[in-house]
């Protein structure tokens, strides 16, 4: 996986720049306990885009619009990519201001235009040539013909068709030694066990948030350290990352039921892998694949650290659930 990919939140570099690309995840976060009532409705993929167009929310089909944008940004250059997203915004409301017939809000043109020139060094003649194409871009991207009225979601032309192939598990040689809890993993299930507590105890976001944030970034440093000892160096970056949005998932999200990492009903899954990775979580569509090994791996890891005795049931409950989110893959991205 290329570092200067445009993939938000999944940039591999120095940890204070993936931090804050973490934080775009929280862009609509829902918060859990809120009594906040759901409307039904169908998975992402499901929306009824038009052939050749697929559903996205409108947090992602501004990163989406944003890419040439991006691609002026130079690797590690955390400050260059905050300032490349603040453009693509303002030129995306620019592109907005045209469409609806104002002729285009010249603020927002200069606004850009000074970011541009400021920020990346662009020439005048430059500077024009991508807003020109940016506001042809915004017109090819989102026709507004064929836009859903009065729902959080658009339809955006697939600009490539991706071959999607499940993933090839035979690349995985996973050591069978089992690795004891070290202190850091103990402290890990101590605080995942509290949190499991919190919740079945039906207090509110508010008081477990921090918690639950203390358990994400734990959950990462010693996944990654497991899948390290586990012989498992090229995937541990990737794989230590996806279970991230599946823990927003269980402990950031408003369930009907008691929902836990050792207590997920087969209908939450299917939620989890039609719906909320695909609408919360921006990748390039073949890297969507890593998720259910990565979270068979995490359950694995979860049970020899002590977390619950056996995982194989949610494990089965994943690779049943795969090839259907591979079908689903296929019609969101192919």
Known sequence: MSKNKVTIAKRKSKS?????????LKLGKEKAHQNITEISRPGLPYMGAPEGFRSISISQAIMEYSKPVLELVKENN???????????????NYSLSLENGQGGDNHLK?????????SFG????????????????YQYLFPE???????????????????????????????PAVIPPDKKDEKLIRNLLKLDKDIENGKNWDD????????????????????????????????????LIYLDFIYGYGHDDLVSLKSVPDIYFQEFFEDFLIRKMMAEPEEYT????????????????????NAEEIIEAIDHMEPTFITVLKKQFS
């Not at 944030?213 to 970056?237: I, R, T």
């Open 78 to 92: 955390t400050k260059g990519f905050d300032e490349a997203i603040q453009v693509g915004m303002i030129l995306w």
């Open 145 to 175: 013909e064929i836009q859903p009225k009065g729902t959080p979601f658009m339809f955006i032309r697939k600009e490539v068709r991706h071959l999607i192939r499940p993933f090839d598990f035979s690349r995985l040689n996973l050591s």
């Open 110 to 118: 200069k606004e850009a235009r000074g970011i541009l020139a400021k």
């Open 122 to 137: 662009l020439r005048d003649e430059d500077i024009a040539s991508l807003i020109t194409n940016m506001t042809e871009r």
């Open 16 to 24: 204070d720049e993936k931090k804050k690309k973490k934080r775009l």
């Open 208 to 243: 477990y948030e921090n918690l639950f944030n203390k358990v994400k970034e734990q959950s990462e440093d010693c996944f990654k350290a497991w899948l390290l000892a586990k012989g498992l160096k090229k995937e541990a970056d990737n794989f230590a990352f996806c279970p």
């Open 290 to 309: 890593d998720w259910p090994p990565a979270l068979k791996l995490f359950y694995r890891f979860l049970q020899e650290k002590g977390y619950l005795v």
